[in-house]
């Protein structure tokens, strides 16, 4: 059964609409922690809408599972993470205009940064994973790059509307994990993943972990947060 970090980015996005101090992301990773979560990931975007330098500190001497902190390859942001040090950083691409991390990172094009970044993070004693596309070339280059993990982009699985698309969306995935698992890498995957959809992707061969924010945390809006875990930990049980 993999392991669950448990995405609270809207929780602050819900307390920044009101620019002030509540609902606190630091209770959501508390009950998240109570409700089974695994590892508790936050994403410090270089424009703050959501979590704030704050969190980041305060989560840092709170959590007592991996603290997981998604962030662009800028330096400001490398900077932080060596600072404050994390368990494990995820490096993603980002883009203003977006609603959330559209793609997968482009560890291709941006090889050079990204290698910059890795030694950086490793120096400072830091995991690092990279959100990528579940794409042979995207994962040979993590290999190349010697990243830690690789947490697969599962969201043209998640957006596909007919059964063909998603299977094919899906066999895509197990073939990408397969080259993950036997470049002797750590094997994660996230993005639009609900209590609907999970199951598949919780079930490929050797899946270490899932990335679950949006579906947990509309869903602890009725049920509560710690509830809304237990029953996504079941679920990929
Ligand atoms: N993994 C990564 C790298 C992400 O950027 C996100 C969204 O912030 C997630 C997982 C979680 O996606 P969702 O909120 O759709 O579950």
Same mark, same amino acid.
């Given at each position: 059964?993999p392991l669950?970090?448990v995405n609270?980015?809207?929780?602050?996005?819900l307390? !920044?609409?009101? !620019?002030?101090?509540e609902?606190d992301?630091?209770w959501?990773?508390a =009950?998240?922690?109570l409700?089974?979560?695994?590892?508790?990931?936050i994403?410090?975007?270089? @424009?703050r809408?959501?979590? !704030?330098?704050?969190? =980041?500190?305060v989560?840092?001497?709170?959590?007592?599972?991996?603290?997981?902190?998604?962030?662009a390859?800028?330096?400001e942001?490398?900077?932080?993470?060596?600072r404050v040090?994390?368990d494990?950083v995820t490096?993603?691409p980002?883009?203003?205009q977006e609603?959330?991390?559209?793609?997968?990172?482009?560890?291709? !094009?941006?090889?050079q940064?990204v290698?910059?970044a890795i030694a950086?993070l490793?120096?400072a004693?830091?995991t690092?994973?990279l959100f990528?596309?579940?794409?042979?070339?995207q994962i @040979?280059?993590a290999v190349?790059?010697?990243s830690d993990?690789v947490?697969?982009?599962?969201?043209?699985y998640?957006l596909?509307?007919s059964?063909?698309d998603?299977?094919?969306?899906?066999?895509?995935?197990a073939?990408?994990?397969?080259?993950?698992?036997?470049a002797g890498m750590?094997l994660?995957?996230g993005h639009?993943?609900?209590?609907r959809?999970?199951?598949?992707?919780a079930?490929i061969?050797?899946?270490h972990?899932?990335n679950?924010?949006?579906?947990i945390?509309?869903?602890a809006i009725?049920?509560?947060?710690a509830q809304a875990v237990?029953?996504m930990k079941? =679920?990929?049980?």
């Amino acid at each position: 059964m993999p392991l669950l970090g448990v995405n609270i980015d809207h929780v602050a996005t819900l307390r !920044q609409a009101r !620019q002030t101090n509540e609902p606190d992301p630091v209770w959501a990773a508390a =009950l998240a922690e109570l409700g089974g979560a695994d590892s508790i990931t936050i994403h410090l975007r270089e @424009d703050r809408r959501h979590i !704030q330098d704050r969190d =980041l500190e305060v989560l840092r001497r709170t959590v007592a599972v991996k603290l997981n902190l998604e962030c662009a390859i800028s330096h400001e942001m490398i900077d932080t993470a060596c600072r404050v040090k994390p368990d494990q950083v995820t490096i993603v691409p980002e883009k203003r205009q977006e609603i959330t991390t559209e793609g997968g990172l482009d560890v291709v !094009q941006y090889k050079q940064a990204v290698s910059q970044a890795i030694a950086r993070l490793h120096d400072a004693g830091i995991t690092v994973s990279l959100f990528i596309d579940p794409s042979p070339g995207q994962i @040979d280059e993590a290999v190349e790059l010697m990243s830690d993990a690789v947490e697969l982009h599962t969201g043209a699985y998640a957006l596909a509307i007919s059964p063909h698309d998603r299977d094919s969306r899906l066999l895509e995935l197990a073939r990408a994990a397969t080259m993950v698992r036997k470049a002797g890498m750590v094997l994660a995957a996230g993005h639009g993943l609900t209590y609907r959809n999970v199951v598949p992707i919780a079930t490929i061969d050797g899946m270490h972990e899932l990335n679950i924010g949006h579906s947990i945390v509309s869903r602890a809006i009725f049920v509560g947060i710690a509830q809304a875990v237990k029953e996504m930990k079941s =679920l990929m049980g």
